[in-house]
């Protein structure tokens, strides 16, 4: 048999891989619904069966921490709708649905409003590669969308503090979870933008939160926040949940990265990176050198063969091509220390400008901790003030809520009172 003329040779291992890429783009998150079979599960809490219908099968894998957060497990026979990707197992090459959350006899109108938005902004080209924009190498200045007291801001400050110390980072805060959230994610991002725009330039944004549920991390399934993502003048990175979670703000952003800390990693290039490269250059340059002096050496022998009394012009030559390799040597050496030391320089600055920035937020963060602490309700009973409720914890406003006769709970700062009303006096 005969090798076709410019066919691909795949190793297997790439094969594989590259078809469980295809498969991710063009397919995933998907919904299937079908019968259960072959169900087991394995001592780590992981979950394996079968989804069937009458014409045809797919296996299936369900991780520990999907299964924890179903209210029975399925059993065999079920019919049932599941959420997940396709994917394909390595070292057997066999086709796998990864299951992210399991209903008996249907899904739920979340996931259909998903599916029903996601439908619509891709038919609107918000998802198309050709409208991303490409990231900056060398960021100067990093924007980071996120809550002040999420794990998440922890991860990508740790992460760019390691990566790149020198680089300015600043964090606009939002919730990202709850009634509200979708709202100030999309008034920080367009902060951050507003601050390119007036003079202190970010190079990009991370847009980030830890995992969650499909309803935990339903504000970043918002239109005006995915039209906004789109509409930023700044390229806009989202990190949002673990490795398996999808969300309406990954598609629309220039580059979805897997979690927080992945994000973090994808804008920053780690400056000893950054030192092997310019090490590298140098050499290079060097080398670069070397070999003009190599091929002038050798011009220098073939004009001393030509000479007829060679000893006075070769000694000329020698002398001129000594002076130059002096001067180029020492033209070298200058532009590589100088180079260095700004980089050296450059690192400190930056540095002391990340640190400034970090004790600066401290302690705003810290002021609004005492201003919050300052008005619990407890505060005020350690005053001489009293909380009264009904006998069923309905907070009292009003001598329109009471009778007399009616029992009440009385808090103060160290236990309750229970009382009885023995008379009303409106104000």
């Known amino acids: 048999m005969h090798e076709a003329v410019g066919v691909k040779i795949w190793p297997v291992g790439s094969l594989v891989a590259a078809v469980g890429g295809a498969l991710a783009e063009q397919f995933n998150p998907l919904r299937v ?3 259960v079979s072959g169900f087991s599960q394995a001592t780590s809490g992981h979950c394996y069966f079968t989804l069937k219908d009458g014409q045809g099968q797919v296996r299936c894998a369900m991780f520990k921490r999907a299964a924890s957060l179903l209210a029975r497990l399925p059993k065999n026979g079920d019919v049932v709708e599941v959420m997940g990707k396709l994917d394909v197992y390595p070292p057997r090459g066999d086709l796998q649905l990864i299951v992210e959350s399991l209903r008996v006899g249907g899904q739920g109108s979340l996931f259909e409003r998903f599916l029903a938005l996601k439908d619509k902004l891709q038919q609107q080209g ?6 991303k924009r490409d990231l900056p190498l060398y960021p100067r200045h990093i924007a980071v969308v996120t809550s002040l007291g999420a794990a998440a801001l922890h991860d990508v400050v740790t992460a760019l503090a390691r990566r790149v110390p020198h680089v300015m980072v600043s964090v606009y805060p939002s919730a990202v979870q709850g009634q509200g959230a979708a709202a100030e994610l999309t008034r920080a991002l367009q902060q951050a933008e507003r601050g390119h725009r007036e003079g202190v330039p970010c190079d990009v944004i991370l847009l980030v939160r830890g995992g969650g549920s499909l309803e935990d991390l339903w504000s970043f399934n918002d239109e005006h926040l995915a039209l906004q993502i789109a509409a930023s ?6 990190g949002v949940g673990h490795e398996t979670d999808f969300t309406i703000a990954d598609f629309v952003a220039d580059l979805r ?20 490269a310019l090490a590298g250059w140098g050499v290079a340059l060097g080398r670069a050198v070397t070999q003009t002096l190599d091929r002038e050496a050798q011009r220098c022998d ?6 007829a009394r060679p000893s006075q012009g070769v000694d000329a030559q020698r002398q001129r091509l000594y002076r130059r390799v002096r001067h180029i040597m020492q033209l070298v050496r200058g532009r590589v220390d100088g180079a260095l030391a700004s980089w050296t320089a450059q690192q400190a600055s ?8 970090m004790a600066k937020r401290q302690a705003a963060l810290a002021q609004l901790q005492i201003r919050l602490e300052s008005a619990s309700p407890k ?15 309905a907070p009292l406003g009003s001598v329109a809520q009471v009778r007399v006769g009616q029992p009440l709970r009385v808090m103060v700062k160290d236990g309750q009172l229970h009382a009885t009303v023995s008379a009303i006096e409106p104000e």
Not at 350 to 357: K, P, Q, T
Not at 382 to 392: F, H, I, K, L, S
Request: a positive charge.
């Open 302 to 307: 073939r004009l001393t063969a030509r000479l």
């Open 126 to 131: 918000l998802f198309d590669a050709s409208r």
């Open 379 to 393: 505060k005020a009973l350690e005053r001489g003030y009293a909380w009264v409720q009904t006998a069923d914890g």
């Open 33 to 35: 619904k079908g019968e």
């Open 257 to 276: 990265a897997p979690t927080p800390t992945a994000a973090a990693e994808q804008v920053a290039q780690s400056t000893a990176h950054l030192s092997a």
């Open 233 to 238: 003048s700044v390229p806009v990175v989202s």
């Open 350 to 357: 930056y540095a002391r400008l990340v640190s400034a920035d």
